[in-house]
């Protein structure tokens, strides 16, 4: 039963983690008529989602007791306020990588984001060794220096973009590299970081999930009005969004962070 609930739980880590590519890329890539949906807001509405999510896990953690609710979230977040500020760094960078996964998958085909998005395997191996003091066998090491061959490979420019079409967008190609290069490192770092704090105290994972999202919530807010706020006052907080944009955001809204099943986890088993 174990072993069946693993591979299940495999299983639909794998299409939820494909499907969000896939609608994400497809989501920036569609045109329509009108201005397209702002992906700094739906990161917001992502973080906001995942708090509510989160808040509903500890409830039915607290039987259903409203009383016994308000009394954890008290005690753990505002009785602790060191405690919360401490993810206010990985939420600032989960923040960040989730408007660069935006930026790479508006500028990058889905299968190039999706193999060069495998890094953040290697980076978190490496933030591993060096902020966890995990160690790493001869295997695991093979087989990430096979990864980053593979991601080299995918890069590696072929005779068919020397066309003009292909030289009109290489500057588009070059700045979803560099988007999605800096969320692996920033995924590697946040992950590892969250990790560390998740094994130095008693916390719940929802808890702290919480505290991820408020976090998140304010620092996605910063970053709607600084960069978009001329677009966010002609049309709206919610302009351009439709069916597939609440579909981007809903799997958003699921996608771990940095749970047993993240990157940190699958480096250390390759």
């Not at 299983?11 to 499907?19: D, E, N, P, W």
């Not at 923040?95 to 660069?100: A, D, I, K």
């Not at 061959?149 to 500057?171: I, L, N, Y």
Request: proline share 3%.
């Amino acid at each position: 039963m174990s072993a069946n609930l693993k591979y299940l739980s495999l299983g639909i880590l794998v299409f939820q983690t494909t499907s969000l590519v896939l609608t994400m890329r497809y989501s920036r890539t569609l045109k329509e008529e009108g201005p397209r949906y702002l992906s700094s807001t739906a990161v917001v509405i992502a973080e906001l989602l995942k708090i509510l999510a989160c808040v509903l896990l500890v409830y039915k953690d607290s039987k259903c007791n409203l009383r016994t609710l308000n009394r954890v979230l008290h005690d753990e977040i505002l009785n602790k306020p060191m405690e919360t500020l401490k993810l206010a760094i990985p939420s600032g960078i989960y923040t960040l990588q989730n408007n660069l996964l935006y930026v790479a998958l508006s500028n990058l085909d889905a299968a190039t984001y999706q193999v060069t998005y495998q890094l953040k395997i290697l980076t978190t191996a490496l933030f591993s060794v060096s902020m966890l003091s995990k160690k790493l066998g001869v295997y695991q090491w093979l087989s990430l220096v096979i990864l980053m061959t593979g991601v080299a490979f995918v890069q590696w420019p072929s005779d068919s973009q020397a066309t003009p079409a292909k030289e009109h967008s290489a500057g588009s190609q070059f700045v979803g590299l560099i988007a999605v290069l800096i969320a692996c490192f920033s995924s590697g770092f946040a992950g590892v970081y969250f990790e560390k704090i998740l094994k130095e105290t008693k916390q719940s994972v929802w808890i702290r999930n919480i505290q991820l999202g408020f976090f998140g919530s304010i620092f996605g807010l910063m970053g709607v009005y600084i960069y978009d706020g001329e677009q966010l006052s002609k049309n709206g907080f919610f302009q351009g969004y439709n069916k597939l944009t609440w579909v981007v955001v809903i799997l958003q809204c699921v996608f771990p962070r940095s749970h047993p099943c993240n990157s940190s986890y699958f480096s250390i088993r390759l």
